[in-house]
């Protein structure tokens, strides 16, 4: 059985200085390992070939033992060669045409491609088996050609054991320095580089973060490669990289102790680390650098250049490698050119929210006054969006950088840019939920508007329904909580009505003095109040003249309400069903708009109702026939349903324009054909634009008709 072994040396030798493993053992290692798989009763039937240029090792000062010597000692046959381009054919003219048998084991180590056109060179039988022993299974496969390999890594082989790395990092540290450094703080790019540079020292066994996980504006801002903020993602993202997100008190001394503690205490694991990795500035260090060192460990630091400690620096036994030299990360600078929100990704509030919501918090206090970086450093550290001045500074730089904010002078004056779309959307979104909740409270004289409710009024908005906006339950609490905090909005526990054991939450706005409002969004009780619009006396088509989209929904509601009374034998209507009914013709508020017209007309009531399927009363809205606004919108849908029953019996086609022509008057015919569309009295014909058949049997259709048909007549067109 020919089995050849064949050892790429040169390129080991920086795999065995990287992950800190003998030369010696790992050449016995490989030959064992080799003799085994092979299925060899003894490894002198092993054909063992190291290949390297020896000349250039021997005058390598920093070899310890003279590699060849090493080889050639555990029975390898050595050959040299001094241009790695040649190795192939190397070996072919020295080893393989020397032997006239075909391979049947053919083993190569090496962590590099330079030995892998080989494969392709080489005789083997037709059963042979060919391993690659590298560290780079992708790399290896794509360089074999077209022969089947059968690839292993390096460490894992019985007798070779690589260093265990173990990495403690100061998060808060790093990523204020990597910040005052001017870099953007990547946290993906971050997280991938950390734990690629960590493995390049071994086995990567346990990786820590330490920083004041959850705490508001204690860390600088954290964005991934679209400039979008994810902070809040930082410990799951770190989870998922198998990093373990360690939390500890803001401050510099609460880092330092418990990062210390816990390299001591892991030392004295039966397993620990061969390779302590420290990514920190600090000098305090010192204290756990050198019982690491007494104890024969190997330690490394990882610094950001000009925030490292020179006590670190001139360490005689420390490896220092620069965070800002294996990282790719952006400057401030470059970060402004990066499109900072995509239209497919969520918008959900992020640190930027806070500057600009509160930068309009100081521009409302302030009328007509200059805002300077230090003026909205104060109002973030007031409400608690950062915990210092310095995360302060970093936060509004970084939305500087952005375009969010725009310097005016240079004595610190900036101002917002409105045409920015991150500005853009959060001023809207603050806009519409202020004034969602102040039109509920005002319209319908509530302390406070119940959480689930103003979920569902939210969904309603709109003006919300962009991409990445208004989607779910879930973003949309993700904005209320966003405004609580920022004191835009006021959340409260209260007893549940109808259970006061049970405390429900509830949204309200701030007491006045108190920034109810939040700054820049416009007065909406103000401005949606109805009893500053005169309502009044206005009758329906007369309000179509100032507010046609409160008018078309006045008109919806009693039609849809009479339906619904006269089918069930009902005095009321659910208003919760109602709403749901006309959801999509009700943009922002109209709904409560024209309801709240309804009332100051008297044409409805609205009412706690005794629901006979539930245990609990529900609120309804009950119509008055007798009002002569009701009755004229009423009216009007008799004569509409009436025409349908003409051209209906005339076999005429129902379409739009058809209608248009025996309809007298002014006749708003889109929305009436959306009524009877929702009412189920039109419905469309398949395949055809703009044709209906009528339900002749509907109920109001029979109410108008004046008969008593109780067949299903066959609908025609």
């Known amino acids: 059985m020919a089995a050849y072994l064949i050892v790429d040396v040169d390129d080991l030798l920086r795999f065995t200085t990287q992950k800190g493993i003998d030369l010696h053992e790992l050449a016995v290692a490989l030959r064992g390992s080799a003799g085994f798989v092979a299925g060899l009763y003894d490894t002198t039937s092993l054909k063992s070939v190291a290949i390297a240029d020896w000349r250039a090792q021997l005058r390598d000062e920093s070899m310890a033992s003279e590699p060849q010597a090493i080889f050639r000692s555990a029975g390898y046959q050595v050959i040299d060669v001094r241009d790695r381009s040649c190795l192939p054919d190397c070996l072919l003219q020295e080893v393989f045409q020397l032997d006239p048998n075909p391979i049947d084991e053919l083993i190569l180590a090496t962590t590099g491609t330079d030995l892998l056109p080989l494969i392709d060179q080489v005789r083997v039988t037709d059963n042979a088996r060919i391993r690659v022993w590298g560290d780079d299974e992708a790399a290896a496969r794509a360089a074999g050609a077209s022969r089947d390999i059968i690839f292993q890594p390096l460490v894992g082989l019985h007798g070779i054991k690589g260093k265990n790395v173990w990495v403690y990092i100061d998060f808060e540290n790093i990523s204020i320095s990597l910040n005052e450094q001017g870099f953007v703080v990547n946290l993906d790019h971050l997280i991938e580089r950390l734990v690629s540079q960590a493995q390049a020292h071994g086995k990567l066994v346990k990786m820590s973060a330490y920083a004041p996980w959850g705490q508001r504006g204690a860390l600088p801002p954290l964005v991934d490669s679209s400039g979008r903020e994810v902070a809040d993602d930082a410990p799951a993202r770190l989870m998922m990289a198998n990093i373990d997100p360690v939390f500890h008190l803001p401050g510099k001394q609460s880092a330092d102790i418990r990062i210390a503690r816990d390299v001591l205490t892991d030392a004295g694991h039966p397993e620990a680390g061969d390779v302590i990795i420290l990514a920190t500035g600090d000098r305090d260090f010192n204290d756990v650098i050198n019982p690491m060192l007494q104890r024969n460990k190997t330690v490394v630091v990882w610094g950001v250049r000009g925030s490292t400690g020179r006590l670190l620096q001139s360490h005689p036994s420390l490896q220092l490698e620069y965070i800002d030299d294996f990282t790719d990360l952006q400057t401030h600078q470059s970060l402004s050119t990066v499109e900072t929100e995509a239209d497919t990704e969520s918008f959900i ?87 969602r909740v102040a039109n509920t409270l005002l319209s319908r004289s509530w302390e406070y508007v119940n959480y689930g409710f103003l979920l569902k009024g939210l969904a309603m908005e709109r003006d919300l329904d962009r991409p990445g906006m ?56 103000v401005a949606d109040d109805f009893t500053s619009k005169d309502w009044q006396g206005v009758p329906p088509h007369t309000l179509y003249e100032t507010d046609v989209e409160v008018a078309r929904m006045v008109t919806r509601i009693v039609v849809s309400v009479q339906q619904f009374t006269s089918f069930r034998n009902f005095a009321w209507c659910p208003l919760g069903s109602l709403h749901r009914r006309l959801r999509e013709f009700d943009s922002g508020v109209v709904f409560q708009l024209a309801v709240e017209y309804l009332l100051v007309n008297s044409m409805v009531t609205v009412n706690e109702y005794p629901n006979p399927r539930s245990d609990y009363n529900t609120k309804g809205i009950e119509l008055d026939e007798a009002c002569p606004f009701v009755a004229v919108i009423l009216a009007e849908r008799d004569e509409f349903i009436r025409v349908l029953l003409e051209m209906y019996r005339a076999n005429v086609t129902i379409s739009q324009p058809n209608l248009e022509q025996r309809l007298k008057g002014q006749w708003d015919v889109p929305l009436w054909i959306s009524i009877m569309k929702i009412e189920n009295v039109l419905n469309a014909l398949p395949g055809r634009a703009d044709q209906f058949s009528l339900f002749r049997t509907h109920h109001t259709v029979k109410l108008v008709a004046n008969d008593d048909v109780d067949e299903v007549a066959t609908a025609r067109s």
């Open 349 to 435: 509030p992020s640190q930027w929210s806070s500057v600009i919501i509160q930068f309009f918090r100081l521009n409302a206090a302030n009328p007509g006054n200059s805002i300077t970086i230090n003026n909205l450093i104060d109002q973030l550290i007031e409400v608690g969006d950062v915990i210092s001045a310095e995360r302060g500074n970093d936060l509004v730089s970084q939305a500087i950088s952005l375009g969010i904010l725009k310097p005016q002078s240079a004595l610190g004056v900036i101002d917002l840019s409105p045409q920015h779309p991150v500005v853009d959307k959060t001023l809207l979104i603050v806009n519409r939920m202020v004034r």
């Open 470 to 525: 208004n989607d779910s339950d879930q973003w949309r609490s993700h904005w209320i909580d966003c405004l609580v905090r920022e004191r835009v909005l006021q959340r409260d526990l209260v007893p549940h009505r109808h259970n006061p054991d049970d405390l429900v939450p509830v949204i309200r706005l701030p007491e006045a003095g108190e920034n109810a409002l939040a700054p820049g969004v416009e007065e909406p009780p």
